[in-house]
């Protein structure tokens, strides 16, 4: 197809989509003629796959460029893309808290890990790590503390997931359909997940909410 | 306190204060000459709130301030303050697909909804419904309907983790507690969950990246 077939099946305007082949996001369409150029329905594929990176999964254009350099460089396993993912939306803050403090969240943090059975010495170089640490430091600091035994309920929930999802993985045909799977599981599953918590919570507070007015 | 000591006890600059203030952010201090302005604990933590919201939670400064808003305003509920969370950190995001697509989305997440419970009436005003109706359109649209299974595991998790939420926020003692902790749940609770996945992910594809070689 032409571009103008690209643009109009993808949502994607021309010149976003001459921008994202410069930038190498999108492999070159194929040349057929001095002024004619040919793309196909890996293009199609892979505009879709920007766009939920973009609009559903909030990934800055960067961050975007980034998870596919990685996707399109040969040899890459499903284990290395998942590192890249979550690096990919996961975002930097800065640290917060005295150093005393940070201490203190990231011992919590190590025991909260050997609870579950992960293996710390790798989860430092997560980012899920340092993000936890400025949660526990914040909660402490802002006298919400119990809070954190919260922080139990969701390690498991996050156990229990992250089996299910590696499963539903390891069961797609091929690696290419693999390695998408895991950039969109990384990225849209944090959405989905957030998104059904809004509903469960709004449930659950509707009911507390109904109880408390008819007692 | 002086503004000086304030800004030092809370990481937050002197002109940044002042904007808080202007901005209805940050209540004034209590005017003691006509250059001294005191300031005392719940300055503190009002400013240590914001930092937590705009940091932690990644909101931006107009979000901070909407919820802020309704946070002080007299006579609100800890559902109200819910409801006004939940929109903050919720990104509205572009319509995907075509209407057929969203309609077969909206079914789908309906249906998502009366397998757990939840009471779909009051669920299609919640940020979440549409966050969802965007994220099954999505994979759809990427062929990766599979992972699709998934969401019911999220979903009954999202049920488990509201009631141990909602049970813990029930336990504080003061509502000006319960409200920020509904505020800091919301907010903070999103991210502690997407960091303990991440962590949990790696370790789940770790372990399963090491079984592979030992085959």
Do not use: F
């Not at 643009?7 to 410069?22: L, N």
């Not at 194929?30 to 199609?44: F, I, K, L, W």
């Not at 430092?124 to 400025?134: A, C, F, I, R, Y």
């Amino acid at each position: 197809m032409r571009i103008g077939e690209l643009a109009q099946r993808t949502g994607v305007s021309v010149p976003t989509i001459k921008y994202y082949t410069r930038e190498g996001m999108l492999p070159a369409g194929e040349r057929t003629s001095p002024n004619q150029v040919r793309y196909d329905e890996s293009h199609v594929r892979r505009l879709k796959l920007i766009r939920a990176m973009l609009e559903v999964g909030g990934l800055s254009i960067a961050a975007v460029r980034e998870v596919l350099v990685e996707v399109d460089t040969p040899g890459g396993t499903v284990h290395d893309m998942l590192g890249v993912a979550q690096l990919a939306v996961s975002r930097a803050s800065a640290e917060r808290g005295t150093a005393e403090e940070r201490m203190l969240a990231e011992r919590e943090v190590a025991e909260l890990a050997r609870r579950h059975g992960w293996n710390p010495a790798k989860a430092e170089k997560n980012p899920g790590w340092s993000m936890l640490v400025q949660i526990v430091t914040t909660y402490r600091d802002l006298g919400q503390g119990e809070m954190l035994v919260l922080l139990d309920r969701y390690a498991a929930a996050a156990s229990e997931l992250a089996a299910a999802e590696l499963a539903v993985v390891g069961e797609m045909g091929s690696t290419d359909g693999k390695i998408e799977g895991v950039v969109l599981g990384t990225v849209l599953g944090d959405a989905a997940m957030a998104a059904l918590r809004r509903i469960a919570q709004e449930d659950t507070s509707q009911r507390v909410a109904a109880r408390a007015e008819s007692a």
